[in-house]
């Protein structure tokens, strides 16, 4: 070493670093390309082995071997016109507990439906429709049952037949006509199905009628039983000028004698029925006590005498309304016809084809067609 030239020392663990030109002739490399190069190795290490086409074709067949089919879309039957204006129909007189049991079945009134198309007997016609039930023992499924059959009654007429109801039963000592809005009642228009979303205005031009009633059901805990029970013995009235009235000519008479320890229900006529013996008879079985006969023979006699005035009055009222009607009016009454629709027989429904009857109720008579 030559005097005065100093040693180049290195730190311990420092890399002595190469000369200028050593450097300059060995190739630059970025500083991160060992980083990525362990990543990439990392990657390739951790993931699976990338399949082959055969092998993905494969098991893409697999899969649509595997696959559930596709299910075909569901159709609903397109629901009729006035499929359902039989269940829009109060049922009037029914009692409250045993709604449910009327529309248990699915009824088909699509004979009703017919009706309102062209060659029907309602086509193009003002048409007041009300329901009501028949209780009837009919065979469904190989059993005889009592069923609630539902029935609706179609009133041909250019105005509301009636304004009224009949409340009477041969529970019920006295028969009211009361005004329908007593009852809750009214003739209100039907909108058809595909007519629901129309303007109210376009229900002016209805030609179709039915007997609504507003008392709710679950509203009759708040009312009294026997307003409750009025409800259940409602009748629809109707009052025929032209024609001598069934009821109002009738001899017979309701009794509902109130003597304890259980009232005496009967009918008496005072045509066919001699009293003496009528009293005797229920003596006998038990109904009327020994003791209790001559009360019960002036009672009878009271409500005769009090049916008789009714009937002259009815028959002078009757004289009067015709001395007074316009033509109109008259030809009105005149061709006033009365339908009386049950449903058609399905296999999802009791036939109730043998216990059809043209008897509407003691105001109506008896119904021009029964279908």
């Known amino acids: 070493m030559r005097k005065g030239t100093k040693r180049k020392t290195t730190h311990t663990g420092e890399s002595p670093q190469k000369p200028a030109e050593e450097q300059k002739n060995e190739p630059t490399q970025s500083p991160t390309k060992p980083a990525d190069e362990n990543h990439l190795e990392d990657m390739s290490r951790n993931a699976e082995p990338e399949p082959s086409k055969k092998a993905t074709a494969k098991g893409r067949h697999k899969r649509t071997k ?21 269940q829009q129909v109060f049922p009037v007189g ?8 009327v529309y248990q079945y699915k009824w088909n009134f699509s004979n009703l439906e017919d009706a309102f198309e062209e060659g029907g007997e309602l086509f193009n016609k003002k048409v007041y429709l009300f ?20 029935v609706v009654v179609a009133v041909v007429s250019p105005f509301p037949p ?44 209805s030609q179709i009628f039915i007997l609504s009633c507003n008392q709710r059901r679950a509203g009759l805990k708040h009312l009294k039983i026997e307003r409750v029970k009025k409800f259940e013995y ?14 109002e000519q009738s001899t017979v008479v309701d009794l509902l004698f109130p003597i304890d ?14 009293l003496e013996e009528f009293a005797d008879k229920l003596i006998e079985e038990e109904e009327l006590s020994a003791d209790q006969k001559e009360p019960f023979k002036d009672f009878v006699k009271e409500k005769v005498r009090e049916a008789k005035k009714a009937n002259r009055e009815a028959r002078e009222a009757r004289k009067k309304a015709r001395a007074e009607m316009s033509e109109e009016t ?21 036939d109730v084809s043998n216990v059809k009857a043209p008897f509407i109720n003691r105001y109506y008579g008896k119904a021009h067609k029964v279908l």
Not at 71 to 84: A, G, I, M, V, W
Not at 94 to 101: A, N, R, V
Not at 131 to 150: A, D, H, N, R, Y
């Open 234 to 247: 409602c009748l629809p009235y109707f009052y025929q000028p032209l024609q001598e009235d069934e009821l």
């Open 330 to 350: 008259r030809a009105a009454f005149e061709n006033i016809r009365f339908y009386k629709f049950y449903p058609v027989s399905t296999p999802d429904t009791p």
């Open 94 to 101: 029914t009692e409250w507990d045993q709604l449910d049991m």
């Open 261 to 274: 320890p259980k009232p005496v229900f009967c009918e008496f006529d005072w045509e066919l029925d001699e």
């Open 162 to 205: 009636s304004d009224k109801i009949g409340i009477k039963s041969v529970q019920r000592e006295t028969e009211e006509i009361v005004p329908m809005k007593q009852m809750k009642m009214d003739w209100v228009p039907y909108i058809p199905l595909e007519n629901r979303e129309s303007q109210v205005e376009r229900l002016k031009k």
């Open 131 to 150: 329901g009501c039930t028949e209780p009837q023992l009919v065979s469904f499924q190989g059993q005889g049952k009592v069923t609630m059959i539902p």
């Open 66 to 86: 595997i696959s559930k089919p596709e299910t075909e879309p569901e159709y609903f039957p397109e629901k009729r016109n006035l499929e359902d204006l039989w």
